[in-house]
Nanobody, 125 residues
Framework: VQLQACGGGLVQAGGSLRLSCAAS????????MGWFRQAPGKEREFVAA???????TYYPDSMKGRFTISRDSANTVFLQMNSLKPEDTAVYYC????????????????????WGRGTLVTVSS
């Protein structure tokens, strides 16, 4: 699976951004797609996940309400980010795992086998 994320940039606090991740794979239905982020000096943090086959989603409580993961009918996963805060500043990564859709699997970066290059999101105060 090859992943390519884009859509990052500079935005003021309170603003919105939509990240995209184009995936190339023979059977996307076999995968769960996730978004993670990593701020300077911090560990990679789980943001959201979507099961390609039935669009089930999962968010940690800290991301609920402001972040929405979705996919189109082709090969792209999106992360809509609203009401952005300076603490959302990070490099955002999309990833794919074929290990199933459980909380343990989708929230752990180590369970993802494929990663795209990150896209930088900077939120100014």
């Amino acid at each position: 699976v090859q992943l390519q994320a884009c859509g990052g940039g500079l935005v003021q606090a309170g603003g919105s951004l939509r990240l995209s991740c184009a995936a190339s794979a023979r059977r996307l239905n076999a995968y769960v797609m996730g978004w993670f982020r990593q701020a300077p000096g911090k560990e990679r943090e789980f943001v959201a996940a979507i099961k390609w086959s039935d669009t089930s989603t999962y968010y940690p409580d800290s991301m609920k309400g402001r972040f929405t993961i979705s996919r189109d009918s082709a090969n792209t996963v999106f992360l809509q980010m609203n009401s952005l805060k300076p603490e959302d500043t990070a490099v955002y990564y999309c990833a794919a795992t074929g290990r199933g859709f459980t909380i343990t699997t989708v929230t752990a970066a180590g369970r993802y086998d494929y990663w795209g290059r990150g896209t930088l999101v900077t939120v100014s105060s």
